[in-house]
């Protein structure tokens, strides 16, 4: 299947555009109006591109998984280090895969070293992180590049993510999440999360094999879309 990153690209740039001129202040609307609607034009398009470079690299994600039986972590990073140097808008990619209650103690035991334990983890009341609980199934991240902050967490139970990660599996489309502060640095800003399934082979247990995943760091990103003096009577909020 086809991605639509066309249509999520389009959709981010609309609600900046919209945001935009929502709070938009100082331009007078009768001798302004012509300004501002180029303006809120150009301030999409600039959205539009710098989101696009970086999620470019999903268009090649479901051939790589396909074209091997089982991904290593190692060939993971080799796949997706290039994107990251080429790109400081990229927080990091990630490999969750769709894990069955039977099949989790294997992967626990082979997923891990002597020096790294892997274990399944989920978000408690508190926030904070304990063993996940029994279920049908998880998503853990089994591979986190560059960061491994989250190793073994159960995405499916965060807030933020689990409604993209439900809508991806569901509608087998490129979904994002809604904005969250990064994990794991200090003043490290916020986030937001692109998820897209990758499809299993026929006559398996699940639809598809797992999610492979992308974090974008806003503040990169949005530094470039309002380079220049052009808004500088324009307050933007993301």
Do not use: C
């Amino acid at each position: 299947a086809g991605l639509r990153i066309g249509v999520a690209i389009g959709l981010i740039g609309l609600v900046i555009a919209i945001v935009s001129f929502v709070v938009a202040y100082g331009i007078e609307r009768r001798h302004k109006r012509a300004e501002f609607d180029r303006l809120a034009e150009h301030l999409a398009q600039v959205v539009e591109t710098n989101f696009r470079f970086p999620l470019e690299v999903f268009q090649s994600t479901p051939a790589f998984f396909e074209s091997s039986e089982e991904v290593t972590g190692v060939e993971f990073e080799t796949f997706v280090r290039g994107a990251l140097d080429r790109h400081d808008g990229i927080d990091s990619f990630q490999w969750i895969p769709i894990v069955a209650a039977d099949e989790r103690e294997r992967l626990q035991e082979t997923a891990g070293d002597e020096n790294i334990p892997f274990v399944i983890r989920e978000y408690v009341d508190d926030g904070g992180l304990g063993d996940a609980g029994d279920r049908a199934e998880y998503f853990p991240v089994l591979y986190d590049t560059p960061n491994r902050f989250m190793l073994g967490v159960d995405l499916s139970t965060d807030t933020i993510l689990a409604p993209a990660i439900e809508k991806a599996v569901s509608t087998d489309e490129l979904t994002a999440s809604g904005r969250f502060r990064l994990f794991g640095r200090r003043d490290a800003g916020y986030g937001v999360a692109f998820f897209y399934p990758i499809e299993e082979e026929a006559g398996t247990k699940t639809d598809y094999r797992g999610i492979v995943s992308i974090t974008l760091k806003l503040k990169p990103i949005m530094d470039r879309v309002l380079e220049g003096n052009y808004l500088e009577d324009t307050r933007i909020v993301l």
